[in-house]
C-alpha cells in the first residue's frame, strides 16, 4: 500500500524566514508526486507535481524537488498569506488516485 | 476557482438518513473523484468514474455509492448516515488520459454534519 508521511506536522515561521517542509513516500511505482495547499475549511488548492527524481519546479516563495524517496518543499522569505497546510500525495503507476499524507501546517507570523 | 463545483457547501442531517452530495466537473475534464476528510483520517480516496463509468474504488463503505451521469456531473449518496460519517467530502476532476500523470482540481467540498 502506498505511504507517505508528512514532516514536521507543523511549523510556525518569522515573516522572512525561509524554511523546508519534507514528504517522504513510499509507492510501487511513482506517476508523479503532488504538492497541493489547503486553507481552513477550503479545497485542495494544486500547487505542483513533480515526475521524476531530481525534477524542481518554482511558483513565487515556493520550490518542490524530488528524490527517489522523499520531496522537499521549500519556502523562501514566507509573508503570512503563506499560512496553510501544505499536503504531499503520490500517484501510482498502477491507476489515478491521490494517496495523501496527514499535511504540514505552515503558520508566519507578520 | 479550480471550475469544478459542489452543491450544498453545508448539510445537516440526522443518523440514518440519507444525503446527495453533487459535483460539476471543469470543462472538458472526464475524470471524477471522490474524497472524504475527517479530522482523524486525513484526505482518503473513496472513488472515481471516467466518462460514466467507475474506474477505482478506494475505501469506500457499502452505505456509500457514486455516479456519473452523462453530462459528466456526478452523485455522492450516503445513506444508513452515523456520527463518523460527518466529514468535509471533495469531489475532483481532471483532464482526460493521456498517459502521463493527470492533475486532479478540487472543488471547495462539502461539509457533511451528521447529529
Known amino acids: 500500500e502506498d505511504q507517505v508521511t508528512q514532516s514536521p506536522e507543523a511549523l510556525r515561521l518569522q515573516e522572512g524566514e525561509s524554511s523546508s517542509l519534507n514528504c517522504s513516500y513510499t509507492v510501487s511505482g511513482l506517476r508523479g508526486l503532488f504538492w497541493y495547499r489547503q486553507d481552513p475549511g477550503k479545497g485542495p488548492e494544486f500547487l505542483f507535481t513533480?515526475?521524476?527524481a531530481g525534477e524542481e519546479k518554482e511558483k513565487e516563495r515556493l520550490k518542490a524537488t524530488l528524490t527517489k524517496k522523499e520531496s522537499f518543499l521549500h519556502i523562501t522569505a514566507p509573508k503570512p498569506e503563506d499560512s496553510a497546510t501544505y499536503l504531499c500525495?503520490?500517484?501510482?503507476?498502477?491507476?489515478?488516485?491521490?494517496?495523501f499524507g496527514a499535511g504540514t501546517t505552515v503558520t508566519v507570523r507578520a | 476557482d479550480s471550475g469544478v463545483t459542489q452543491t450544498p457547501k453545508h448539510l445537516i442531517t440526522a443518523t440514518g438518513q440519507r444525503v446527495t452530495l453533487r459535483c460539476s466537473p471543469r470543462?472538458?475534464?472526464?475524470?471524477v473523484y471522490w474524497y472524504q476528510q475527517s479530522l482523524d483520517q486525513g484526505l482518503q480516496f473513496l472513488i472515481q468514474?471516467?466518462?460514466?463509468?467507475?474506474?477505482a474504488k478506494g475505501n469506500i463503505l457499502e452505505r456509500f455509492s457514486a455516479q456519473q451521469f452523462p453530462d459528466l456531473h456526478s452523485e455522492l449518496n450516503l445513506s444508513s448516515l452515523e456520527l463518523g460519517d460527518s466529514a468535509l467530502y471533495f469531489c475532483?476532476?481532471?483532464?482526460?488520459?493521456?498517459?502521463?500523470?493527470?492533475?486532479?482540481?478540487f472543488g471547495p467540498g462539502t461539509r457533511l454534519t451528521v447529529l
Open positions: 513533480l515526475y521524476s
Open positions: 500525495a503520490v500517484q501510482a503507476m498502477r491507476d489515478y488516485k491521490l494517496s
Open positions: 468514474y471516467y466518462n460514466g463509468e467507475e474506474r
Open positions: 470543462s472538458g475534464d472526464l475524470s
Open positions: 475532483a476532476s481532471s483532464p482526460p488520459s493521456g498517459g502521463s500523470t493527470d492533475t486532479q482540481y
